[in-house]
């Protein structure tokens, strides 16, 4: 398992505070960052010589919406070879979204859970698939 940070994207208290149960919950080893917007998410990027292991994204937020930071990581050669898994978990998940979503190369969209044990079945799934997954970055 990618030993880096998970990066969480989630203006919400609320679900911010249930992630971070969740996780705890979940003994995930990975220390836990969260974020408001994506800009605040670009500038760490852009600074740190961490690996994230991976980054779970909300679509609409202030300043920088999820799907335009994905954008930018997309075109920026820099963060680019970061490869790190992106997957937007969102309550907004009409087709048209979530096409344009994988036009940007996302590796998941997941509709943000309805309740507190759904919401841990689904990261639990999620953060078990990219523990198991070879990725450039892993420790094979």
Known sequence: MLTGPIIIIEDDADD???FQKVLGELNVPN???FFD???????YLQETEEQPFLII???????MNGMELRQ????DAQLKKKIIPFIF????????LIKEAYQVTIQGFFKKANGYEETKRQLEQIIG???LCLHP????
């Open 72 to 75: 930018y990581i997309e075109t």
């Open 57 to 63: 994204c909300d679509i609409n937020m202030p300043l």
């Open 31 to 33: 220390t836990i960052r």
């Open 16 to 18: 911010q505070y249930i």
């Open 37 to 43: 917007n994506g800009q605040l998410v670009l500038n």
């Open 129 to 131: 698939y990219w523990s």
């Open 89 to 96: 978990i969102t309550t907004n998940a009409s087709p048209d």
């Open 137 to 140: 970055n892993s420790e094979w």
